[in-house]
């Protein structure tokens, strides 16, 4: 897990310091609203085999009321929902580490600007 949130690390700051593609001056803004939309940041964590693994158990729960018994244990489902909320918790971790690099770049740039004198004011 260590390993996959260390990769994903790295591609998110290469993503961040890639160089613009030559003839091409794309927003800053727009390349981070790109990387933490949802579609980005959901891909892949919660998946169809997710979603029948949560129905499955409420089946089996309403089966069982309909009987008279306790439900199943929901250990799978309770598994699944352990590795989801970790594995959003790094991609949290990383969507934060990014938007703190976006503002760092962007207040050091104000400051730049703003401590700068132009030659003809002098």
Aim: proline content about 6%.
């Amino acid at each position: 897990m260590r390993i996959r949130c260390c990769i994903a690390m790295v591609l998110l700051g290469l993503a961040c310091a890639a160089p613009a593609r030559a003839g091409e001056n794309p927003d800053p803004n727009a390349r981070i609203e790109a990387l933490l939309s949802p579609e980005v940041l959901l891909q892949g964590v919660v998946r169809d085999e997710d979603v029948k693994l949560l129905f499955d158990h409420l089946r089996a729960a309403l089966m069982a009321a309909y009987e008279g018994r306790e439900a199943p244990p929901a250990e799978e489902l309770n598994r699944r929902a352990e590795a989801i909320a970790a594995e959003m918790k790094s991609r949290g971790m990383l969507a934060g580490l990014l938007l703190l690099t976006a503002f760092e770049t962007a207040a050091r740039q104000a400051l730049r600007e703003s401590v700068a004198v132009p030659a003809t004011a002098r």
